[in-house]
């Protein structure tokens, strides 16, 4: 990544569309946006309707221009909006190129951003997280960490930190004098307050890994209990077989459903058996040889479900499968064929796969499950990174907290240790492999 290049790239899809955007930013932009309008461009920072002449070809564009240090990138930067015609753009692109920029990398744009000291870390992290958020509650989440919400809460927590080490040292530096700077009961009440601080943080936040992946949820429940009909109901077309013969689902299915805020992935697995309803194991007999692999797979899948969802048949009276935990949901299925010998279960979600009875609320229920509670707020989203930080930070503090009757050059190293894994967070001392970690993250153009 060198920053003394100019370099281009798309900043918006290249399809027929009303407009495409084509960026442009380092120090010869505005010189190169000069040589492809036809007439005098303003001076930055402005927009102007002008015209481009790109080998023989002349067109309308709009041009805004950007001067250093006030862009996106810190640097001079340059955004055509070209006629929605994808020839036309790569021309455009490859005109320029010629001219003597450069494409740039995946992430370039924000990592200039981020060199040139216009966001940190975080920030440039939550613009990636906005690019591949894929439900509204990652969206919010990106939202908050690009707006710098994760620094403005780690800034005190720095502080405090940084303020208790000062202390410390100070009393080091004096330590033949007869004044105390800091007592160990009050180094002990700072240290403690920046971990609550900390500890705070990590139960506000969403972890995004967590919520960066499809949520996976697994339809358990015992043969023809009607899970391959309610995936295909939700699914909205025929994913599975469907038949009254008890043990039709063999493998492991699934399929994208998409509820209110985003989209999970149902997996479809053979009906459970209670363990003495297997067939007797003979390793010659094919059959009980698939029997047995159809059961291990779906108590795999179960497993390893993020979310479990336990299927009973209204009309059976039967006892629920083994499961390897405690569903989260569980829900009667055939609602249609409900008689009232079946007593009352109106504490159970009654759907019908057949008639869509219930339906909705299924689907209410499992957005729930998928995204949390509607009116929970919008978290943080932390990711990997941030989180083994603010971990580090907390065992130095932990350490720090056991030192503070003992040598105060002990105490002081345990600070610092804090202090620089709470800096890593921003930004602020960062090694190379991390930053480009982060910004591989990114696509081309942003
Ligand atoms: N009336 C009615 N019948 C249903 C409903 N859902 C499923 N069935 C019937 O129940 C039988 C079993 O349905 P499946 O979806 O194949 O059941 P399954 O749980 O996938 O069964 P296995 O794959 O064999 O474990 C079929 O005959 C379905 O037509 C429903 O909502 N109403
Ligand atoms: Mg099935």
Redesign the pocket.
Known sequence: MNSGDTIAAFSSPVAPAARIILRLSGPEAIELAGRLSEGELPEPPSAARGRLGVNELRFPAWIYLFGAPRSYTGEDLVEFHLPGNPLLAQMTLQYLLRLGARLADAGEFTARAYFNGRIDLTEAEGIAATIHASNQQELSAARQLMAGELSRRVEPVIDEVAQTLALVEAGIDFSDEDVSFLSPAQASERIAKADRALEDLLRDSARFERLSHEPTFV?V?????????????LAGHER???????????DVLSAPITLARGVIRLI????LEHADELPEQSAADPQAHIHRQMQDHARRAAQSADRLVL?R?ITQNEADPMLPRKPDLVVL?????NDSACGSRDSYLA?????G?GMDKLRAALDELAFGATASSAKLALNARHVQAIEEARIALAHAANQTSATPELLAMELREALDALGRIAGRVTPDDVLGRVFSTFCIGK
Do not use: E
């Not at 759907?351 to 008639?355: D, E, G, P, Q």
């Open positions: 339809l429940g015992r043969p023809n209990a009607g899970k391959s009909a309610l995936l295909n109901a599975a077989i469907v038949s009254p013969v008890a043990g039709t689902t063999r479809d697995v053979a009906g299927l048949d299925s055939k609602a249609d064929l759907v019908s796969a057949r008639t009875d």
